[in-house]
């Protein structure tokens, strides 16, 4: 089982920006594929962004394409996510998720999941 830690989240003006990190650990961190779910109010968890395994590859919603990046730090066992140029409708709690080798941008295809961690913007 992995154990994941989310952190970062807060309150934020509209065309800022912040950076979600997640902590793994209980397993070889090389062979897991991360990923970033959020869950806003009233709203069914949904897809952000993965990283493969394998580092080479990513994908994103369409809705933060451009504005968001993954990226992970396989010395630390850490995932972030850095987000620009948010919007009110970013605002949501942000899941860190991860899966043994693979990819996928559904919530059924990742086995372990942190707490979350609350991203709010507002002005």
């Known amino acids: 089982q992995v154990q994941l830690v989310e952190s970062g989240g807060g309150l934020v003006q509209p065309g800022a920006s912040l950076r979600l990190s997640c902590a793994a650990s209980g397993r070889p961190f090389g062979s897991l594929t991360m990923a970033w779910f959020r869950q806003a109010p009233g709203k069914e968890r949904e897809f952000v962004a993965f990283i493969k395994w394998s580092g080479d590859s990513t994908d994103y919603a369409d809705s933060v394409k451009g504005r968001f990046t993954i990226s992970r730090d396989n010395a630390k066992n850490t995932v972030y996510l850095q987000m620009s140029s948010v919007k009110p409708e970013d605002t949501a709690v942000y899941y860190c998720?991860?899966?043994?080798?693979?990819?996928?941008?559904?919530?059924?295809?990742?086995?372990?999941w942190g707490q979350g961690t609350q991203v709010t913007v507002s002005s």
């Open positions: 998720a991860a899966r043994n080798l693979g990819i996928g941008t559904a919530e059924y295809q990742y086995s372990s």
